[in-house]
C-alpha cells in the first residue's frame, strides 16, 4: 500500500505548553485512520499541524512525496487535502450551495463556477442537503451544518479528508446517517483521517487508530489491539471498567 | 453571449443598476444647465467612490477608514502630470489610475495581514501619512498645492467645453464601476472575497489564496477612485493636500456603502443618492448646517444597529419578489 502522508518527529508548542511532542506516523491510500485521545491531548493541534494552519517547530510531513512541511492551507488544498472543522465555520451570509461552490472552486480541481455548481449539486444530495441549496447556511442547524462541513470538503474531490469530530453534538439517528456518509466517502476511495470521541463508532468504522496523550503518541494499531492496551486503557481510559465496556461494544 | 451569461451581463438585475446610474445622470445633458451638472456630478463621483469601496468593504469584508487616499493620490500623479509634464488629460486619468493601483498594491502586500480593526486603523494612517508625505513633496507643491494653468483648458475647446467632457467622462466611469461590480460578483473572484468576508480561516482552508485575493480586491477598488481623483482635481483646477486627503471624505463614503446596502451592486447608487440628497437638505437648513456630519455619523448608528444589510437588504427581505432584480 502507498504511503499517502507521512508524518515524523512533529513537535510543536506554544509558549510553555509542549502540544506535540515527536509524532510520527503513515497514513495509507484507501485507509480510514482514527486518531483519540483525551481532551487537551492535542489533537485538533495535530490537524492544524498537518492543514498548514500551525507550522510545526520541528519534523515534517510528507504528502503525496512532497515534503508540505511549510506549506499554506491554500497549498494544501489545491494538493488534494480538504478539512471538516470541529467547530463548524458555514459562510452565513452565503447559500449552502455557494458554500460548497466554494469547496469545490478552490479545492483540488480548481473548477470554474458553473462546474462547480454542479459538483455542489452532486454532493449535496450526497450528504442529503439538496433540499437546503438555496438556503442561507447561517439558517442551518448543528447537525446540517456539520454536513455542510462535510459536503464543502468532499467538492475539492480531495486525496485525504480531515474529519474533526463530525459525530459530536449529533443524535443518534443522525450518527448513524453521518457514519454511513463516512462509509460512503471511503468507498469513493478517500482516505480518511478522523479525531471522534464516540468509541463505538470509531472502532467498528477505523482500520487503524493512533492514541495521542499529552502530545506524545502512545499507541498504534488495529481497533481491537487499541482497546487492548493497558497504556491506552490507563492513560486514556484511566478506568479498568469502561475498557470492559467499551471491549463490549467493539 | 454564453460566457456574457455566466458573468450574469444579461440579467435584468444589471440592468436596474445601469438604468439607476443613466436616470441620475440624463438630466444635465438635456437641461444643459451648469449648475444642475455640478450637483450631479458630485453624486456620481460618490458613486464611483462608494462603488469602489463596496468591492472591498461589500464581497470582502475589510473596513477601509483611509479609502479616499487613493482619490488624493489619483489627484495629485494626474495634475503633476498635466500641469508639470503636459501630459494630456486621458493619459493623465490613466496614470492618476495607476498610480493609486500600484499603492494598493504594495499596501495589499504590507497591512492586508492585519484583521479587522487592526486593518481599518491601519488604512487611517496610510492617508495621513500619505497626506503629510505630500505636504512636503516639492514637486508636488508642498502644502500649497498645485494650480493649473487656465491655458490647459484650450487644448479642450475651452474651460466650459472641459467641464461638459469631465462630466461625460465621470458618467462613462460610473457605468463602469456598476459593470466591474457586477462582474466580480458574479465570478469566481468574487465568490472567493464573499468566503474570506464570511470566515477567512475557513476561506484558507478550502483554498482560497487568501493573500492573493485581497491584494487583488485592494487594487481593484483603488484604480477607480484614481482615475476620477485626477478628473475631479483637472475640473477644479488645483489641488492641495487638504481636499485631496479629507479623512471625513473616507467616513462619508463608509456610512453610503452601509446605507445603500454593503456587498450588492445597487446599494452605493441608492446610498449615494440617499445621502447626497440628505446632506444638500442639512447644508442649506440653518438648524442643521453646522452639525452635519454628527447627523452623518447618528445615521450610521442606526443603520448599524437597525438595519445593518442598508436599503437592498431591507428591501430584498421585505419583498422576496425583488430578489431577482435587486442585487
Redesign the interface.
Known sequence: MTVLLSVQNLTKHFGGLQALTQVSFDIHEGQILGLIGPNGAGKTTLFNVI?G?YHPDAGSIVFKNRDVTRL???DL??MGM??A?QIV??????TVR?NV???A????ENL???K?RGVADDVLESVGLYIRADQLAGSLNIAQKKRLEMA?ALA?HPYLLLLDEVLAGLNPSEIDGMIQTVHKIRAQGITIFMIEHLMKAMMNISDRIIVLDYGKKIADGMPKEIANDPQVIEAYLGDPRMAEKLLGEA | MKQLKNFGLLTPALWVSILAVLLLGIGPLISRSASQRETIYIILQVVVLAASLNILLGYTGYVSFGHIVFFGLGGYTGLYLISAQNWPLWSAVLAGGLSSALLAFLLGKAILRLRGAYFALATIGINEAVRAFVNNFDPFGGPVGMTLNFKVYDGYGGAANALWMTYYVLLVMALAVIFLNFAIKNSKFGLGLMAIRENEDAAEVMGVVTPNAKTWALVLSAILPGMIGTLFFFKNGNIEPGDAFRLDYSIEMLVIVMLGGQGSVLGPILGAVGYEGMRNFLLTSPIFKNIQLSVAGMLLLVIVLFIPAGAVGWLRKHFPALKRVLV
Open positions: 492543514n494552519v499554506k492551507p491554500y488544498a489545491h480538504a478539512r472543522h465555520r458555514p459562510l452565513n451570509e452565503l455557494e461552490m466554494v469547496g472552486c478552490f479545492g483540488r470554474s463556477l458553473s462547480a464543502r475539492a
